[in-house]
């Protein structure tokens, strides 16, 4: 699970900072990466979605285990 949260991470990150270049200065990377009204863009978009649901889901109801996965220690 570990590498899973390292992809949603990644991916929260790319779509943190791609709002933030469309709310200072109108431009949407991702949009001039893969065109503004393709598939793949979709994708992303909806990738980003569902990694922000996966991790307000282990923000509030998940917490427990995902701390045991980053933060114990194995003996």
């Known amino acids: 699970m570990k ?3 390292i ?3 990644s991916l929260l990150i790319i779509g943190a900072l791609n ?3 469309v709310g200072f200065f109108g431009f949407n990377l991702v ?5 503004e009204a ?8 909806a990738l980003v979605g569902l990694c922000g649901l996966y991790e307000a889901f282990n923000f509030t ?4 285990a995902m701390h ?7 003996h």
């Open 68 to 74: 045991h996965r980053w933060c114990d220690i194995a």
């Open 61 to 64: 109801v998940g917490y427990e």
């Open 38 to 45: 393709t598939a793949i863009t979709r994708v992303v978009y």
């Open 31 to 35: 949009g001039a990466l893969f065109g």
């Open 3 to 5: 590498v899973l949260d």
């Open 7 to 9: 992809i949603v991470t």
């Open 19 to 21: 709002w933030g270049l």
